[in-house]
């Protein structure tokens, strides 16, 4: 064995180590589906606001919102607490059998996860009393708010609740009872629709009907614009789906009715005229992945960090944006400069590779690939959920966006998400690593198992399932179209959907 080789096999084994430590970590932290449904669910509630004499928006309103939002909301947010409870109960029994067991950092990582729950777990009290006060049930709200105190007197940092829950009883009880900073601790702990319900009846309580009508007016722009993001989260995936399910029906009927003739069939696919053999390919993935990503840059920011004195969760908004784009920027120059290095022997490569043409019809194989990838990731993802329950970790950017206000750190998101992910990943699980495995896999097989390394590289254990599906409609798109510009303008489109829907969903927690 080359030392060359006997240096990849430490790595590898490193890199297979830290990946799954990686992935065993996700499985304690929350997807962010739970998230989404539940923005999707304030933003429904922000809808109940409309008056009724709002005539052209009034179908609208019906068809997104239902018979009764606010029971539908309820259960909801019960989903959601249970699942979080689920998620409170693991952290603490790893808490309690990993003493002396687990690293420093993995103690300190668990630590945190518990304190994030028993935040959120907090938030969603203080949701759903007042969910329950608006459906009548007064006493369980009051039973609901004064578990927020009871756990606040546990746990120090959620004094703030604990004084909102405070607040919110006072407003319900009989007699009322007015707390100082009353308006304030509301603003600040509460968004969207549950601020305005509990300003309501403080304004009402206080009888300041200047204030009370200026709530009213915010409220109804506040619904006009929720139920617009509804129709747009809600109605174009839909639309979308209807088209991708078209398009997957011809494909079926191509495939029935001309069998190896069809696009479908990969069998006799003609694969990549590949100069390297394995060990290039195992370099690339390694190095210029792997230690790059899991390894050199962590480290390398662990340097600055220590020097600068900066934690990145201690920056601004636009601040972290940039961090993420300047990291994912180091990421990919280091990963495609390994890639250079490593294939510059084998230069000028055989036609075919890394191909980027705009003449052909890349366009009509990346929009197909779209429509045809959201009703199967769709369809996977619901299977997923089960599977999960609500556990598994999420992309760390999704969350970040969804909580987005800054249009500047939110064009930077874009930026990363649909311009940077797309043209490094495309090059990297397509252009290079796909085609160099159809040296020893037929067409079909370098798709599957450059799926998986695409899903894989992640980190997201929810997450595998779904790229996975993703990645193989990717491949497919890049294979049929020998284009790298459909699968990079596949994988935009994925990117921008997403980033899109979140801003949306996000825009609707305020006022």
């Known amino acids: 064995m080359t030392i060359k080789r006997a240096i990849l096999a430490v790595l590898t084994a490193l890199a297979i180590f830290l990946i799954g430590q990686d992935l065993l970590n996700s499985w304690n932290q929350p997807q962010i589906q739970s998230r989404l449904e539940l923005y999707q669910t304030n933003l429904l509630l922000q809808a109940t606001a409309l008056r009724e004499d709002d005539a052209n928006l009034q179908s609208a309103r019906k068809a997104l919102l239902g018979a009764e939002p606010l029971k539908t909301a309820e259960e909801q947010y019960q989903d959601v607490r249970k699942q ?56 369980t709200a009051l039973k609901t708010w004064k578990s927020v105190m009871d756990q606040a007197a546990l746990v120090p940092s959620l004094e703030p609740l604990e004084k909102t829950a405070d607040v919110l009883s006072g407003l319900w009880e009989k007699p009322p009872q007015l707390l100082p900073d009353a308006e304030p601790l509301l603003k600040k702990n509460l968004d969207g629709w549950f601020e305005n319900r509990a300003l309501s009846q403080l304004y009402q309580l206080q009888q300041r009907q200047d204030a009370l009508q200026a709530l009213q007016a915010r409220e109804q722009a506040a619904a006009e614009q929720a139920l617009r993001n509804l ?81 990145p969760t201690a920056l601004g908004e636009q601040e972290r944006a940039l961090f993420i784009l300047t990291n994912y920027l180091l990421l990919a120059a280091g990963g495609l400069g390994v890639l250079y290095f490593s294939i510059q022997p084998f230069l000028p490569l055989p036609e075919g590779w890394f191909r980027l043409d705009l003449k052909g019809n890349w366009i009509g194989w990346g929009l197909g690939g779209y429509f045809a990838a959201l009703p199967l990731v769709i369809l996977i993802s619901l299977i997923n959920q089960k599977i999960w329950q609500g556990q598994g970790g999420s992309n760390p950017i999704l969350p970040i966006a969804l909580e987005g206000k800054n249009p500047a750190a939110l064009f930077i998101f874009f930026v990363t998400a649909a311009i940077a992910a797309p043209i490094f990943e495309e090059i990297l699980f397509r252009g290079f690593l796909l085609s160099s495995l159809t040296r020893y896999f037929p067409v079909w097989g370098a798709i599957a198992l450059s799926s998986v390394l695409f899903a894989i590289a992640h980190l997201s254990l929810s997450e595998v399932l779904p790229l996975t599906v993703l990645g193989m409609v990717l491949g497919f798109v890049y294979v049929r179209s020998r284009n790298l510009l459909s699968s990079m303008l596949l994988h935009s489109l994925w990117n921008s959907g997403t980033l899109l829907s979140l801003i949306l969903l996000g825009s609707g927690q305020g006022n």
Not at 279 to 288: A, C, S, T
Request: include cysteine.
């Open 84 to 139: 979080a409870e689920k998620s409170l109960k693991r952290t603490r029994s790893l808490l309690a059998k990993t003493p002396g067991k687990t690293s420093e950092s993995e103690n300190k990582t668990l630590q945190q996860t518990e304190s994030k729950l028993r935040r959120l777990l907090a938030d969603l009290d203080l949701s759903l009393g007042i969910l329950q006060v608006e459906q009548g049930q007064v006493e």
């Open 231 to 311: 129709a747009i989260v809600g109605g174009v995936p839909i639309l979308g789906c209807l088209i991708g399910v078209g398009i997957l029906l011809f494909l079926a009927s191509q495939w029935f009715l001309r069998g190896k003739q069809s696009l479908l069939n990969l069998t006799d696919a003609q694969g990549w005229a590949t100069p390297w053999d394995g060990e290039v390919v195992w370099q690339v993935l390694i190095l210029g992945f792997f230690f790059v990503g899991q390894i050199a840059l962590p480290l390398l920011l662990g340097i600055l960090q220590s020097v600068s004195g900066l934690e």
